[in-house]
């Protein structure tokens, strides 16, 4: 029963999902042949007396920019005209009016590639085959995503910037640092977006943006002295955050986070970034005054969890994925001002936790306004989970198979972006 409320509600604040069904989920009964290829082809035919074909192109932009953005690239096939019209200046103009889209969750499998995208607007795995030419072994890495545009990562350190719908992409300056990278954090607009990228080891560490109105690095000040916050950090370790603050550059403890490859440099925020450190401490970084501080730990560092930051609607969350006493349990935390220490804000229920006790999974996560999408993995146990922030409800997203296969993708890790076909890298 419970099962069932939390499916009638769990969509309450977003559009409800038409179809669970996979695209690729195996053999479907042959459907006969319909004309409607044929009878769109007809509409467009300006002579024909139809109420398509007598519509002025700019009401036609607008009725076509409002709908779902995966029917964008079936208006191809109608007709030279729709065709044409797609990528006409107007029509992107027409697109960037359109407050608001249903997110797209970028899904990755073990090597960083999967091509699978989950649209929230349809509730269905889509598949993207320019994502596919992009990653995978050898290729380019995902590390952030903001807006309609994802960053990647080549094998050599390299940043890239792509638009996944129109394929256009833009390699960016190199950073020019031969210090290990922390964090990279990336943020849109409508008209501009920035990549913020946090480097360097102990008592040397820097902070670097890219705006794509600037076209290049800016190095960003890091104040306060790092040798005097590396003694403060040591000698209270359970300090509440302070301004001068240096402790992304402490090592790993007993229980250091286990992340997937895409998501080691993960990082939310916008003015102000938190990232996690290698002992699942969260650090921010604060880019209107440049100083950096940290959190106190979450748990004992004798605790064995695995642990993911997130942003939802402006707060800043951690997943908990932890086992105890025959149990395993996902909670989520956010740490209040007030009391100085992190408050459990949500929590699985217990029927659907406890199927993970035993498994050795990891988590990976990444919010979008009201939703957090939790992906639960081992080296033989696959889950995505996506929970209503709002509602506290929680769903097992339905399997994703490989097109013409009853193989199943095997998702570690994902990005979140909105689906703009007028994002410009």
């Known amino acids: 029963m419970a099962v069932l409320m939390m499916d009638m509600e769990f969509f309450s604040v977003h559009k409800r999902p038409n179809t669970t069904i996979c695209e690729g989920s195996g053999p479907r009964k042959r459907k006969k042949k319909s004309k409607d290829k044929h009878q769109l082809e007809h509409v467009c035919e300006p002579n024909d007396g139809a109420q398509w074909g007598d519509l002025d192109d700019g009401v036609l932009e607008l009725v076509l920019a409002r709908l779902p953005v995966s029917d964008f690239f079936r208006f191809r096939s109608v007709c030279k005209g729709w065709s044409s019209l797609i990528q006409s200046p107007s029509f992107l103009t027409a697109c960037s009016e359109v407050s608001l889209r249903g997110p797209w969750f970028y899904m990755l499998d073990s090597k960083s590639d999967s091509g699978v995208i989950y649209d929230m607007d349809v509730g269905r795995w889509r598949h993207i085959s320019f994502l596919s030419t992009l990653t995978g072994p050898g290729k380019l890495i995902p590390v952030a ?113 286990r992340l997937s490859m895409t998501k080691e440099f993960s990082a939310v925020g916008g003015e102000v970034i938190h990232f996690l450190n290698g002992n699942g401490r969260v650090v921010a970084y604060d880019t209107r005054k440049g100083t950096m501080y940290s959190f106190p730990a979450i748990l004992p560092p004798d605790f064995d969890y695995s642990v993911d930051i997130v942003e939802c609607r402006g707060r800043v969350l951690l997943v908990v994925l932890l086992e105890m006493m025959e149990t395993a349990t996902i909670r989520v935390w956010e740490f209040q001002q007030a009391e100085m220490e992190w408050v459990q804000v949500l929590a699985m229920p217990p029927a659907m936790s406890n199927t993970y006790y035993g498994k050795k999974a990891d988590i990976n996560c990444v919010g979008y306004g009201d939703f957090i999408m939790v992906c639960i993995s081992s080296r033989r146990f696959h889950r995505v989970v996506l929970c209503n922030v709002t509602n506290n409800l929680w769903a097992e997203l339905p399997r994703c198979y490989v097109p013409g296969s009853r193989k199943i993708k095997r998702f570690v890790s994902c990005f979140c972006f909105e689906p703009r076909i007028e994002a410009r890298v």
């Open 145 to 257: 995503a903001a807006g309609g545009l994802i960053c990647f990562r080549s094998p050599n350190g390299d940043l890239s910037v792509c638009n996944p719908l129109t394929g256009s992409c833009r390699e960016l300056p190199p950073l020019n640092s031969v210090y290990p990278i922390h964090a990279i954090a990336m943020h849109a607009s409508k008209s501009s977006y920035r990549i913020v990228v946090i480097f360097g080891e102990i008592l040397k560490f820097g902070v670097k943006v890219f705006t794509s109105s600037e076209k290049q690095w800016v190095e960003l000040p890091v104040s306060g002295s790092i040798e005097d916050a590396a003694s403060k950090l040591f000698e209270k370790q359970t300090s509440v955050p302070y301004d001068d603050g240096a402790y992304i550059m402490a090592g790993p403890s007993l229980n250091d986070i």
